[in-house]
Nanobody, 125 residues
Framework: QVQLVESGGGLVQAGGSLRLSCAAS????????MDWYRQAPGKQRDMVAS???????NYADSVKGRFTISRDNAKNTVYLQMNSLQPEDTAVYYC???????????????????WGEGTQVTVSS
C-alpha cells in the first residue's frame, strides 16, 4: 500500500552529525503526519520527532535543540537532521507516516499507517 524506506544511518563520533531521510512510495493520496522513532537495545520504541503536513513540529525533550525534522511534501520525504550526537542517541531509527492511500483498484481510498524497516545510528564516545 504505502512503503517507507529510511537511509542515512551510520557510525559517528560523539558531537558529530547525521542526516536521516525517509521516502514514502506507493498508492499515496495524501500524507498527514510523518514521524521519527527510535529504539535502543532492550528499550521501548520512543517518538523522537514528528511533523504535520503543514509543517508543525514536535520533539522529544531529549533531542530538543539538537535534532530538526523537516519534510518535502512534493517528494513525500521526511528528514531528520541530528547534531551534537551523543552515545545515548545510539538506536535503530524508524520512520512512520499516516495518511490516505488509494485502494488497489484506485476507485476508493483508505487510511494508512506505515513504518519503515529502520536504520541503525551508532554514536561512539
Amino acid at each position: 500500500q504505502v512503503q517507507l524506506v529510511e537511509s542515512g544511518g551510520g557510525l559517528v563520533q560523539a558531537g558529530g552529525s547525521l542526516r536521516l531521510s525517509c521516502a514514502a512510495s506507493g498508492r499515496i493520496f495524501s500524507i498527514n503526519a510523518m514521524d521519527w522513532y527510535r529504539q535502543a537495545p532492550g528499550k521501548q520504541r520512543d517518538m523522537v520527532a514528528s511533523i504535520t503536513r503543514g509543517g508543525s513540529t514536535n520533539y522529544a525533550d531529549s533531542v530538543k535543540g539538537r535534532f530538526t525534522i523537516s519534510r518535502d511534501n512534493a517528494k513525500n520525504t521526511v528528514y531528520l537532521q541530528m547534531n551534537s550526537l551523543q552515545p545515548e542517541d545510539t538506536a535503530v531509527y524508524y520512520c512512520a507516516a499516516d495518511g490516505i492511500a488509494y485502494s488497489r483498484t484506485g476507485l476508493s481510498t483508505t487510511d494508512f499507517r506505515s513504518w519503515g524497516e529502520g536504520t541503525q545510528v551508532t554514536v561512539s564516545s
